[in-house]
């Protein structure tokens, strides 16, 4: 069975560009989730989705948005891009009923210069 | 509000040491689920283990052993006989079911230095 992939594993944006990131969940998986991943600061919860709706997200401004697939894969986009959001976004998924046992992938590393 | 502290920021220790991960949380709720995450240099987060609130038995898998203590709000990790492989970062972790729709809350890690 394949995991939670995401793609691309590397990143290299400029300031003040556009950054789309994507998930695949596990086969069978309606949830997704997104954390971020900064130096010294932990995975802060960013964003979750089910079902193809936004369920819940964290304390970041509206330029980090997303959406979720009809086949339940999902984008994150952040949008007008600063240096502090340099990071790893990792992504994970899980079904609806056990939320709270989600697996996740190796994540996204963005650069932004 | 829910709250997971790693005091730990690294860990350095000679091969076939013991240590001890601590994990202090903080929650309102009476039914909760508490993790443990290992990070490795490529960046994937890998399940360990899940506890519920009602379960405060301390639980053994090879050289890892957890042990949960409610009166605390503690759920300390500890590697027996460490080896190099264990070399990572660790994540706690707290999903709190009556908080709503709040996925899991991670403490901010604590990078392990298995030295040889």
């Known amino acids: 069975e394949a995991g939670v992939t995401q793609s691309p594993t590397h990143l290299i944006k400029t300031r003040g560009q556009q950054a789309t990131l994507r998930c695949s969940p596990i086969s069978g998986h309606t949830s997704v989730y997104w954390y971020q991943q900064a130096l010294g600061l932990g995975l802060q919860f960013l964003l979750w989705?089910?079902?193809?709706?936004?369920?819940n997200r964290g304390n970041f401004p509206p330029r980090f948005s997303g959406r979720q697939f009809p086949n339940y894969s999902s984008e994150l986009n952040v949008n007008a891009l600063e240096l502090e959001d340099s990071a790893l976004y990792l992504c994970a998924s899980s079904l609806a009923v056990d939320r709270i046992l989600p697996t996740f992938g190796s994540g996204t590393r963005l650069t932004v210069v | 509000a829910q709250k997971v502290t790693q005091a730990q920021t690294e860990i350095s220790v000679v091969e076939k040491e013991d240590v001890t991960l601590d994990c202090v949380y903080e929650?309102?709720?009476?039914?909760?689920?508490l993790f443990w995450y290992k990070q490795p240099p490529s960046g994937e987060l890998v399940f360990l283990i899940r506890r519920n609130s009602f379960d405060e038995q301390n639980e053994i898998s090879g050289r890892y052993s957890w042990n949960f203590q409610k009166s605390t709000s503690s759920f300390n990790f500890t590697i027996t006989a460490s080896q190099v492989v264990d070399s990572a970062v660790y994540f706690c972790?707290?999903?709190?079911?009556?908080?709503?729709?709040?996925?899991?809350?991670f403490g901010k890690g604590t990078r392990l230095s298995v030295i040889a």
């Open positions: 972790a707290l999903s709190d079911r009556n908080s709503g729709n709040t996925p899991l809350v």
């Open positions: 989705y089910d079902e193809g709706e936004e369920r």
């Open positions: 929650t309102r709720d009476t039914t909760y689920y």
